[in-house]
């Protein structure tokens, strides 16, 4: 079945950059849109932005000055930037599958940004 | 960028009884690009309902979807212990999806 998995620092200091990776099994990449989700502790859900597997990607038009994202079709992985973070930006951030509505999703992973 | 409201905010019912969740969107929207989610604690969201009124995969026919222009509806015809939880409607009709503030449906 599909499996989505992320991976990446748990702690992030202020101005730094958040560099997480989703590892994708079970489903081709290919012809595929990869999102990235997050949800601040207690709080609801942010789109992030998505890929598609040739690339192209959109962003959340309120964080697209500090995001990056990108795809490894090859090595089956797609991966989310995020620099000059505050903590804001502390949450558990979940990659998905697709560009609209998601049935595949990663279990997620708490990324908190703390000095 | 559509803004969505979901209320109310808390839903305190019984097994058994019928909730009835409303999203409601900023500007009324021409597609059914309305998607239904619900979520436990420590979980990822799972998705109930997409195209406002179609069951995902492997949901149990008490979750319906409904509604058009600005008003939307999921409704779950007769609470199960496990339903007891958060929901999220989502917009995926334009380049920047959105989320609801969700709606926590709670035990009496």
């Known amino acids: 079945q599909v499996q989505l998995q992320e991976s990446g620092p748990g702690l992030v200091k202020p101005s730094e950059t958040l560099s997480l990776t989703c590892s994708v099994s079970?489903?081709?990449?290919?012809?595929?849109?990869w999102t990235w989700i997050r949800q601040p502790p207690g709080k609801g859900l942010e789109w992030i932005g998505h890929?598609?597997?040739?690339?192209?990607?959109n962003y959340n038009p309120s964080l697209k000055s500090r995001v990056t994202m990108s795809v490894d079709t090859s090595n089956n992985h797609f991966s989310l930037n995020m620099n000059s973070v505050m903590a804001a930006d502390t949450a558990v951030y979940y990659c998905a599958r697709g560009s609209g509505w998601h049935y595949d999703w990663g279990q997620g992973t708490l990324v908190t940004v703390s000095s | 960028e559509i803004v969505l409201t979901q209320s109310p905010g808390t839903l305190s019912l019984s097994p058994g009884e019928r909730a009835t969740l409303s999203c409601r969107a900023s500007q009324s929207v021409t597609t059914h690009s309305l998607a239904w989610y619900q979520q436990k604690p420590g979980q990822a969201p799972r998705v109930l309902i997409y195209g406002a009124s179609s069951r995902a995969t492997g949901i149990p026919d008490r979750f319906s979807g409904s509604g058009s222009g600005t008003d939307f509806t999921l409704t779950i015809s007769r609470l199960e212990p496990e339903d007891f939880a958060l929901y999220y409607c989502?917009?995926?009709?334009?380049?920047?999806?959105?989320f609801g503030g969700g709606t926590k449906v709670e035990i009496k």
């Open positions: 079970g489903v081709s990449m290919i012809s595929n849109y």
């Open positions: 989502q917009w995926y009709g334009s380049s920047a999806p959105t």
């Open positions: 890929i598609h597997y040739s690339g192209t990607t």
